[in-house]
């Protein structure tokens, strides 16, 4: 496809800002490089070949009697138990004892009956010096699995932005050590855990860092963008129908958008949170009730001046239809607008996101969210693991936009040349 001379002028004028092309550049390889956040980040390998046989856990669901286990649900990949299973070992004996509860301890109910005494009963640990215990009336054995060979592809890092680190005891998954202690001062704080792969630490849950930033970052681009796309093309609607139109349709669309922009967001948020059940869509739709507003005045002063051009004037002459008059002959014309303030929309939507989860009324957890990782850095001053590396992430990310934008706003300035 071969741009027009207009637009290759423009585009020429954008690469010759170095500020700008290389931000856009290092966001561009930023982005495509958080796409595949779960070949990055993933509790589950890539691949897993046992006995020649492929398995993708990262793609399937598997449970772990396909890999030769007993139970029907999904193996915690990353445990000693699923380990031990790949490669054949035996397991440490368990046992599983069932018990008639109703003569548990050689005891019966009736045994603390006695009418001479007041409602309820009392036990001594005497009274079971003479008690016969019932033996166990089944006992079942973890049969160990023939050695056989099985190879194993990680990811990079190998957490997702919701998992919660466990240590295996005897075959069963239990509770990791408390990732909170106690500092001298009597205050909470969280501990680093940079050992076991988390490379910028754990969180409050002992969720890694890392992971949850590389997806909070992919989610608050995706979600930036998404909300400037679907909001400036609801503007180029309304805006479009206003200045192309005018009279009554002008007039009644100034007086709505003058009413509902004049209600603060956050209450609407607020209201809105208070009986939807909040999520990234929820949150998308909600801020689209506001997200129109400032693109749409300038797509209503563009058409409003260009639909007084005499070769608009000559299409309606021509009996050309409204819909293709807009769409083909002043739309292309009053896009400027449009393309100059896009990345600074993209900057209000990530901004509304974060500001949503730092107070708390945004997606709950264990959505992955810069704005929830900032909260706990400031609830939580000693964890600079946290606080730090999120800061500098989101930082990085307003500043690549704000410099696009500059870029993009110079190149399509009318009194710019190459």
Partial sequence: MKLNKELQVKLG?????????????????????????ELICNVRPIMIIVEGKPFFPILINYNEKDFGGSLPSEPDYKSARFLRLLKGLPEPSSTVSLVDDKNSFGLQLDDFEDEDEEPGFSIELGDFENSPIVPPAETTSVKPLAPRDAWVLWPPIRYDYKYIP????????????????????????????????HYLGTDDRGRDVLARLIYGFRISLIFGASLAITGTLIGCLIGGAQGFFGGWVDLAGQRLTEIWGSIPRLYILIILSSF???????????????????????????????????????????????????????????????????????????????????????????????????????????????????????????????FVGEGIRNAFDPRKTL
Avoid: C
């Fill in 13 to 37: 004028i954008f690469q010759k800002d170095k500020r700008a092309y290389f931000s856009f550049l290092v966001l561009a390889f930023l982005f495509i490089a958080t796409l595949p956040a």
């Fill in 166 to 197: 466990t240590e295996s005891n005897t075959g069963n998954v239990v509770l990791a050590a408390p990732y909170r202690t106690l500092a001298p001062n009597g205050k909470d704080f969280i501990d680093s855990s940079w050992k076991d792969g």
């Fill in 276 to 402: 939807l059940v909040p999520s990234v869509l929820i949150l998308f739709l909600i801020l689209n009730l506001t997200a129109w507003m400032g693109i749409a005045a300038y797509i209503r002063a563009e058409f409003l001046k260009i639909r007084n051009f005499e070769f608009i004037k000559a299409a309606k002459g021509l009996g050309v239809s409204n819909f293709t008059i807009m769409r083909r002959h002043i739309l292309p014309n009053a896009l400027t607008p449009v393309v100059t303030f896009f990345p600074f929309e993209v900057t209000a939507g990530i901004f509304a996101l974060v500001s949503l989860d730092f107070l708390n009324l945004g997606v709950p957890s264990p959505a992955p969210s810069i704005g929830e990782l900032l909260a706990q850095g400031k609830n939580i001053l000693q964890a600079l693991w946290i606080l730090l590396p999120t800061f500098a992430a989101l930082t990085l990310m307003i500043t690549l936009l704000t």
